[in-house]
Nanobody
Framework: QVQLVESGGGLVQDGGSLRLSCAAS????????MGWFRQAPGKEREFVGR????????YYANSVRGRFTISRDNAKNTVYLQMTSLKPEDTAVYYC????????????????WGQGTQVTVSS
């Protein structure tokens, strides 16, 4: 099983940017489709975006499309989430997910989760 550690979270002002990193150990990330999720206080965890094993395909939730970009560097065993034009409603704990398998009915399974990193956007 792959171990994931997120970093890069913090406090940023409305309209600002942050880049989150997800570093893996234990397994090579190139074997897995990867994803990012987030959970705001009092809410369920929600999907943010995903990236294919090669990095050639990405897909985003409507709420972040056009503002967030997922990329990966398989040589560094790391996945990134570049967040721009941040809004207060983006405030959440952000989680990296490995071995993300997405079904045609929009259900999914995750092999490994990171511990999460807090992102707070002030207004």
């Amino acid at each position: 099983q792959v171990q994931l550690v997120e970093s890069g979270g913090g406090l940023v002002q409305d309209g600002g940017s942050l880049r989150l990193s997800c570093a893996a150990s234990g397994r090579t990330l190139s074997s897995y489709a990867m994803g990012w999720f987030r959970q705001a206080p009092g809410k369920e965890r929600e999907f943010v975006g995903r990236i294919s094993r090669s990095g050639g395909a990405t897909y985003y939730a409507n709420s972040v499309r056009g503002r967030f970009t997922i990329s990966r560097d398989n040589a560094k065993n790391t996945v990134y989430l570049q967040m721009t034009s941040l809004k207060p409603e983006d405030t959440a704990v952000y989680y990296c997910a490995a071995d993300l398998q997405w079904a045609s009915d929009d259900t999914y399974s995750v092999g490994s989760w990171g511990q999460g990193t807090q992102v707070t956007v002030s207004s």
